[in-house]
Structure formats: structure tokens, C-alpha cells
């Protein structure tokens, strides 16, 4: 029987009661140097010591501009209104991702380019519901929080062309996995997470550090006027999350009366 940690944050969840808001997988795009690990930018005379290029950093010690990737070849393609395949989702996000969208935007940590939220097959249109030969269509939807914009691009599969994008305001989709991560890891490391590790601890009689311990699930939070406290009045402009966090093969511990403001990367307290 599953128990629920509530000793130090308050009332009971529970477990059937947590809704499970989407969890969109990331697929990565090339950062700029040291903010991606993995980009070395290196080759075959391109100059500088090892630790230069494994920190994605120019010999003189500069870091290297971000790159944005060309769209890769086709894979594997579905069919028809088949389930977008791997190669087509990684395909779309790249091509979705425009050097223009990449260096004006800002994902869930404050790094360059936009926070992937999701792709999923577009509807026909209705003069193609009878053609056996209409293009597949993904719309990729992405989170800006330089200017707190969801942005979605409709990318034609066969083409290889977006053919439309929405920008829009005041519009908080479900929370992505990468998002529900950063929320996690800001409540850690704020005072009022003091209650969520102290739950932890209490549970399993090891330190809680960071959100790869936990199994998350979460929920946008929208401002109600007088219902919150003044750090969270922005929210439903801002990208503000609640977390329901369970410890691994654990308990469920309550956090339901704390939110955290990912644009503006502070935590608040209901009630």
C-alpha cells in the first residue's frame, strides 16, 4: 500500500487523484559551446588544446557561436495518418527550428533556443480528407521564455517547408518533462522546498539533492486575483507549474501549496 509523506507539508494526496500532465520527450539541438557538452566543434586542424574544444571553445579561449542543424534526411516515413516515426519527429523539430527562432529565444533554463513542448500530426485539410496522396503535416509546438510566447510551426513533411506559424500569448499548454525537471530542481534548491526535502529524508533517510530522485507529475498554475501571493500574480502570463512529486518506488509527498514561476525562476506559497 503506498503511502503519502505529508508530515511537514500538510494534507494527504491521494494517488489516484494526481493528474498526469504531458510529458513531451526533448530532442536536443546544437548548443552554443559550453552550454552543450557535447558540442566540441571540433575536427581535423581546427587549432586549440582538447579541453578548448571538449568545452566548445575557440582557440583563443572565446566560446563558439551556437549552430543551428541542417534538417536531416528523410528515415523512416509513415504513411497516410500513420504515427509520426522517430526520424520524421527529429526531422520536423529541425527543420521547425530556424536560425532566426533559435537565437531570439529562450528555453526552460535560460539557454538559447526554444523549449520543445511537443509534435504531433497535423489534420488534414478538408480538401485532402479523400486524397490518398496528401502531404503529412507535423505541428511543433515550442515555449519562448525570453518573451513568454507559444509558438507553433506547422512543417510539411513531404516539402521539407514550414508553412505556417502561430505566436501566441496568455496560452500555458501542458508541462513538458524537461519543464517539470527545472521545476523540480528550483523547489530544491529554494527555502520553502525545505518541506519537500525534509519528507524525503523522512522517507527514504537520504538527503534529497536534486529532481532525478523523484518521479514527477505536474499541473499549470493560472493567477486568480487575491487568491496568491504577490511573486505569483504573473503566473498564467509566466509559466508556472505545481509539482506532485513521489519518491522513487516510494510515497507521495505533498507539495500542492507551492508554485514555481519558471520565467521568472522563483518559488511561491499558496495559502
Same mark, same amino acid.
Given at each position: 500500500?503506498?503511502?503519502? +509523506?505529508?508530515?511537514?507539508? %500538510?494534507?494527504?494526496v491521494a494517488g489516484a487523484a494526481i493528474a498526469v500532465a504531458?510529458?513531451? #520527450?526533448?530532442?536536443?539541438?546544437?548548443?552554443? %559551446?559550453s552550454a552543450g557538452a557535447d558540442d566540441t566543434g571540433g575536427g581535423k586542424g581546427g587549432g586549440g588544446t582538447?579541453?578548448? +574544444?571538449?568545452?566548445?571553445q575557440a582557440p583563443d579561449g572565446a566560446v563558439r557561436p551556437g549552430v #543551428?542543424?541542417?534538417?536531416?534526411?528523410q528515415g523512416e516515413? %509513415?504513411?497516410?495518418?500513420?504515427?509520426l516515426t522517430d526520424d520524421e519527429m527529429k526531422r520536423v523539430e529541425r527543420i521547425a527550428v530556424s536560425r532566426q527562432l533559435f537565437d531570439s529565444s529562450e528555453n526552460v533554463e535560460g539557454a538559447r533556443g526554444p523549449q520543445r513542448l511537443g509534435i504531433d500530426l497535423t489534420e488534414p485539410e478538408t480538401s485532402e480528407l479523400d486524397d490518398p496522396d496528401?502531404?503529412?503535416?507535423?505541428?511543433?509546438?515550442? =515555449?519562448? =521564455?525570453?518573451?513568454?510566447?507559444? #509558438?507553433?510551426?506547422? #512543417?510539411?513533411?513531404?516539402?521539407?517547408?514550414v508553412e505556417h506559424t502561430g505566436v501566441q500569448h496568455d496560452v500555458q499548454p501542458p508541462i513538458s518533462r524537461a519543464?517539470?525537471?527545472?521545476?523540480a530542481d528550483l523547489l530544491i534548491a529554494d527555502p520553502l522546498g525545505?518541506?519537500?526535502?525534509?519528507?524525503y529524508k523522512d522517507a527514504t533517510g537520504k538527503a534529497l539533492s536534486s529532481s532525478g530522485q523523484l518521479v514527477l507529475n505536474s499541473m499549470v498554475y493560472r493567477a486568480t486575483p487575491g487568491a496568491q501571493p504577490v511573486v505569483l500574480d504573473a503566473c498564467g502570463v509566466h509559466r508556472c507549474v505545481r509539482l506532485f512529486p513521489k519518491v522513487k518506488n516510494g510515497p507521495w509527498i505533498d507539495s500542492r501549496d507551492l508554485v514555481i514561476d519558471l520565467s521568472a525562476r522563483k518559488v511561491g506559497r499558496l495559502g
Open positions: 500500500m503506498r503511502r503519502t +509523506v505529508h508530515r511537514h507539508l %500538510g494534507k494527504a504531458g510529458t513531451a #520527450v526533448m530532442i536536443g539541438i546544437t548548443l552554443p %559551446g582538447a579541453e578548448q +574544444v571538449a568545452q566548445g #543551428v542543424e541542417q534538417a536531416p534526411a516515413k %509513415g504513411t497516410g495518418r500513420d504515427p496528401a502531404p503529412r503535416r507535423a505541428d511543433v509546438s515550442f =515555449y519562448d =521564455y525570453k518573451d513568454d510566447t507559444l #509558438v507553433t510551426r506547422t #512543417v510539411n513533411l513531404d516539402t521539407g517547408k519543464e517539470m525537471t527545472e521545476a525545505a518541506g519537500l526535502k525534509a519528507d
